[in-house]
């Protein structure tokens, strides 16, 4: 039996459901610019819609589409307007998050076998923002090390090599654990030896893309990981 040493995992949509307050939100933010009855709800479904776009490409500079979306509505806002908005966006975002269930106990038994645990995570467009999600929810006791796509390391792949070298594993000792397929496929095309576990979350929006993925193993539930590998 292959002995897995380190587990590095995403965090929005595989530890944290930080989808599910999206349409709140958005509905919280089109009352603020001014819009009533029915453009309330367009404008919700508009937004998740860009979010599922732009979540799918990896832009989480959201200034650079919110005046996509915002002009759909006859909204012209200015930057300070605009970063106004966005930090009004993380701060309930980071509020309305939550921890899913049995996260903290798989992690707890992760740790307990003496595991490495990992957090390797897209950015959120702002530098720091990423990282003050995590800590404030709770999870950053339970992980070695924490890296944020585009700051802390180039790129997913980077940052597993990074982990591999410092800890001195192969990365046929790693498990990677997301529930995205475009972040499954790139790890595994840069890394076959990996083993991928996609969780299937369910967000507030449909996937952008239908492709296939290249994960190992697939899971309803984060602690169903400690089964499908047999920890």
Sequence with gaps: MVDRKIFI???????VDSYSCLPE?????????????ESVTEFVKRA????????YLENYDRKSWWTM???????????????????FYWVMRAEK???VENCAETLEVL??????????????????????????SGLSKYFDEIFIVGEDAKNRVEAIKIVANKYNVNFGEIVFVDD???????????????TAVRVKFKSAFKPASSEGYLCDFEIEKINDLLKVLEI
């Excluded at 995992?9 to 530890?15: P, V």
């Design 111 to 136: 740790k307990n076998k003496g595991k490495r645990l990992v957090i390797v995570a897209g950015n959120d467009g702002l530098k720091s923002i990423k990282r003050m999600r995590i800590k404030k």
């Design 97 to 99: 998050s939550f921890v």
């Design 69 to 87: 979306l915002f002009a759909e509505f006859n909204l012209k806002l200015d930057n300070k307007a605009l970063e106004d908005l966005l930090r």
């Design 180 to 194: 995205k397929p475009s972040a499954i496929n790139e790890v595994k095309n840069a890394v076959k030896d990996i």
């Design 9 to 15: 995992f995403d965090f929005d949509g595989t530890l």
């Design 48 to 55: 998740l819609e860009y979010e599922n776009l732009w979540d």
């Design 25 to 37: 939100i958005y509905k919280s933010i089109a009352v603020k610019v001014g819009l009533k009855g």
